[in-house]
Each structure stands twice: as structure tokens, then as C-alpha cells.
Nanobody, 125 residues
Framework: QAQPVESGGGLVQAGGSMRLSCAASGHTLGGYVVGWFRQTSGREREFVASISASGGSTSYGDSVKGRFTISRDNVENTVFLQMDNLEPEDTAVYFC??????????????????WGQGTQVTVAG
């Protein structure tokens, strides 16, 4: 099954910035709401942000509001997550996926499919 490919993760100091990319691979992200989630070992996958198909509407989890920005380039078929003022608590594997209901207000992992392999983000305090 085709999956998106996440990239851009790595190690950063607290207070720093990082930009993640979610690129379509074998399937399109165009026309879909796309979301970012994150997960740490032993915990459920947590909603981070979602963006409408046009890019005109966005939604964010409470823990990242004001620090993270989701955007998309529908020509390049890529969705981005700009992360600023990073905190050690942001350390996780970050995933992107397509929303099954075309609704940015749906934030449960079960509302999404077509998950990528994830990219590790580590914030050193």
C-alpha cells in the first residue's frame, strides 16, 4: 500500500526550530485533509495539526498552538510542519496521514489512514 514519506526530523536544542515534510509516494495527498500526529513509546498517538485540501483551514492540538504551523504545497504534493520554540516534551516520532472524512476537526488516529513510517524528532533540554 502506498504511504507518504516523512522527513526532516533530527536532534535540536530546546528553543530551536525544525521543519518536517510529508511527501506523497505512490498516492496523492491532493484533495485530502492531511494531519500530523506524534507518538512516544508506550503512549497513544497524539494529534498535532491538520490542514484542509485547499490549505485555507487548519487545526492544532492544544500543546502546539502558537508554536507549530502546518502548510501545504499542492503542486509539489507535500505537507509541511514548521515547529518553532521546541520543547523537550515535543520529542516523539512524527507521522502524517490522510483524513478519511475530509474534516479537519476530526483528530482521532482512527479518522486517518495511509500512515507513513514516521520521522524521529528529539529535543534536547
Amino acid at each position: 500500500q502506498a504511504q507518504p514519506v516523512e522527513s526532516g526530523g533530527g536532534l535540536v536544542q530546546a528553543g530551536g526550530s525544525m521543519r518536517l515534510s510529508c511527501a506523497a509516494s505512490g498516492h496523492t495527498l491532493g484533495g485530502y485533509v492531511v494531519g500530523w500526529f506524534r507518538q512516544t513509546s508506550g503512549r497513544e498517538r497524539e494529534f498535532v495539526a491538520s490542514i484542509s485540501a485547499s490549505g485555507g483551514s487548519t487545526s492544532y492540538g492544544d500543546s502546539v498552538k502558537g508554536r507549530f504551523t502546518i502548510s501545504r504545497d499542492n503542486v509539489e504534493n507535500t505537507v509541511f510542519l514548521q515547529m518553532d520554540n521546541l520543547e523537550p516534551e515535543d520529542t516523539a516520532v512524527y507521522f502524517c496521514a490522510r483524513n478519511r472524512f475530509f474534516d479537519i476537526r476530526r483528530h482521532r488516529p482512527d479518522d486517518y489512514n495511509g500512515w507513513g513510517q514516521g520521522t524521529q524528532v528529539t529535543v534536547a533540554g
